[in-house]
């Protein structure tokens, strides 16, 4: 197959789409594929640009915003590589946060009428929202945390909402922004943090309890995994994407009753905000063992330590098949779509 593989860009995410990139391109090559690799703040890149951009690692925080190519500038870019595009079988998307993830860039792909991997533009908005998305869970009967929109009295989201509290950006990932609050005289502060990401801002109860994430491809659930943080009592920036930042076990170690029912709420929830052929669903795991879905991630880590790629190995699927099953579930969709 011929692959572009679209990564980069110009959100916060920047850094692990690169990652994310690295590692599929690496994969799709060590396959056969011929892959082409496209910054979408940057354009078609060249062997030299390719080797450069691709050898980075992850800072502890996100890239600062004035570091950050011009946001303006990414869709240009990105429709000036449509030459590339209109030749490729499928357009594999390792892009995080921003127009890479939020539908802006699914609709644009729907136009230039080319196969890619993941979720349609509707599916990716309703995700990436995520306001939206908890009011999908519920009508689905997926048990999620109670929340709030900012601004609120802070004495108002205590009392709906309790201590602690979550402060997130609606539509970002990687945990930027968010900040975990233990006294409504924080409040304040953590929604001016947020607002630098994003303009809606969400007020969450913080569930206590285990950190759980369960892999969902071609409408199945994957192994559920458990992620113990060492850095800090949530699964944040750092924790993520630094070494020996969290323990991440795949299988968790769950009684077959709760395994069965993250994977049943899991592909649930992937169902409710119209995911596509694959995504990431995460969870809190109460003190009771009740299970709180916090997100679905359309397009999730992609490197091969990433959450979903542990969750496919622990069924068998090793990293290099796991991106052409994408791929090619890819292809398959756009054929039905277009008949």
């Known amino acids: 197959m011929r692959i572009a593989v679209l990564f980069g860009g110009a959100s916060e995410e920047?850094?692990?789409?690169?990652?994310?990139?690295?590692?599929?391109?690496?994969?799709?090559?060590?396959?056969?594929?011929?892959v082409v690799a496209i910054d979408t703040a940057q354009g078609v890149l060249g062997p030299a640009e390719r080797t450069r951009l691709l050898a980075g690692g992850i800072a502890p925080e996100p890239p600062a915003s004035s570091t950050l190519p011009a946001a303006r500038s990414a869709m240009p870019a990105l429709l000036a590589g449509a030459v590339s595009w209109a030749d490729a079988d499928v357009i594999f998307i390792a892009l995080h946060g921003g127009s890479g993830e939020d539908g802006t860039l699914q609709a644009v792909l729907d136009l230039v009428g080319v196969p890619y991997t993941g979720t349609g533009y509707m599916g990716s908005a309703f995700a990436m929202d995520k306001d939206v998305a908890k009011r999908l869970?519920?009508?689905?009967?997926?048990?999620?945390?109670?929340?709030?929109?900012?601004?609120?009295?802070?004495?108002?989201?205590?009392?709906?909402?309790?201590?602690?509290?979550v402060v997130k950006p609606s539509k970002q990932g990687s945990t930027v922004g968010l900040t975990?609050?233990?006294?409504?005289?924080?409040?304040?502060?953590?929604?001016?943090?947020?607002?630098?990401?994003?303009?809606?801002?969400?007020?969450?109860?913080?569930?206590?309890?285990?950190?759980?994430?369960?892999?969902?491809?071609?409408?199945r659930a994957l192994a559920v995994g458990e992620i113990r943080p060492r850095l800090?009592?949530?699964?944040?920036?750092?924790?993520?994407?630094?070494?020996?930042?969290?323990?991440?076990?795949?299988?968790?170690?769950?009684?077959?009753?709760?395994?069965?029912?993250?994977?049943?709420?899991?592909?649930?929830?992937?169902?409710?905000?119209?995911?596509?052929?694959?995504?990431?669903?995460?969870?809190?795991?109460?003190?009771?063992?009740?299970?709180?879905?916090?997100?679905?991630?359309?397009?999730?880590?992609?490197?091969?330590?990433?959450?979903?790629?542990?969750?496919?190995?622990?069924?068998?699927?090793?990293?290099?098949?796991?991106?052409?099953?994408?791929?090619?579930?890819?292809?398959?969709?756009?054929?039905?779509?277009?008949?």
Request: charge should be negative.
């Open 14 to 34: 920047r850094d692990v789409s690169i990652a994310s990139g690295a590692e599929v391109i690496r994969a799709l090559d060590g396959l056969g594929h011929t």
């Open 232 to 339: 800090g009592e949530i699964f944040d920036y750092a924790s993520k994407y630094q070494d020996g930042g969290a323990e991440e076990i795949f299988p968790a170690d769950l009684p077959p009753s709760t395994t069965s029912l993250v994977q049943k709420l899991g592909l649930r929830a992937h169902r409710a905000v119209k995911a596509g052929p694959y995504s990431r669903v995460d969870f809190r795991l109460d003190q009771f063992g009740a299970p709180w879905c916090l997100e679905v991630n359309t397009v999730p880590g992609m490197t091969r330590t990433s959450l979903l790629p542990q969750s496919a190995a622990a069924f068998g699927i090793g990293f290099p098949d796991l991106c052409e099953r994408i791929c090619r579930l890819a292809i398959e969709r756009f054929r039905r779509k277009v008949r």
């Open 137 to 165: 869970f519920l009508a689905a009967g997926v048990p999620t945390p109670a929340w709030r929109m900012a601004p609120p009295v802070p004495e108002d989201a205590v009392r709906a909402l309790g201590l602690p509290l």
């Open 180 to 219: 975990v609050v233990n006294d409504a005289g924080q409040i304040g502060a953590a929604v001016d943090q947020a607002l630098a990401f994003d303009d809606e801002i969400v007020l969450e109860a913080f569930i206590a309890g285990r950190e759980l994430t369960v892999g969902i491809l071609d409408d």
